[in-house]
């Protein structure tokens, strides 16, 4: 299971950054995706990396906002947000995927436990 760490409070304008680790050499083969669900919603796309890191794939939304990056030797993967907005606020997830191919939630798999953070106005 991934597991997404980095959550908090933060005021709006502000950034912050989400980490995902990864267990065991085999998930660096692996694109890896960040979602998030906000309350009372339904968990939504934000990110994804190809598993070299030479393709990024953003949600409009978070488009200028956010940076995704990863580590292979660190087996780990990053969220950097910046410019943060009251509607960011959400638990967040990663996740991984042979390929990113599609940006549906329920497609992707090895979801750990996410990472809370809440975007004050």
């Known amino acids: 299971q991934l597991q997404a760490s980095g959550g908090g409070l933060v005021q709006a304008g502000g950034s912050l950054r989400l980490s995902c680790a990864a267990p065991?050499?085999?998930?660096?083969?692996?694109?890896k995706g960040w979602f998030r669900q906000a309350p009372g919603k339904e968990r939504e796309f934000v990110a994804a990396i190809t598993w070299s890191g030479s393709s990024t794939y953003y949600a409009d939304s978070v488009k200028g906002r956010f940076t995704i990056s990863r580590d292979n030797a660190k087996n780990t993967v990053y969220l950097q947000m910046n410019t943060l907005k009251p509607e960011d606020t959400a638990v967040y997830y990663c996740?991984?995927?042979?390929?990113?191919?599609?940006?549906?939630?329920?497609?992707?798999?090895?979801w750990g436990q996410g990472t809370e953070f809440t975007v004050s106005s």
């Open positions: 065991g050499r085999t998930f660096s083969l692996y694109a």
């Open positions: 996740a991984a995927r042979s390929a990113v191919d599609t940006t549906t939630p329920r497609s992707w798999g090895s």
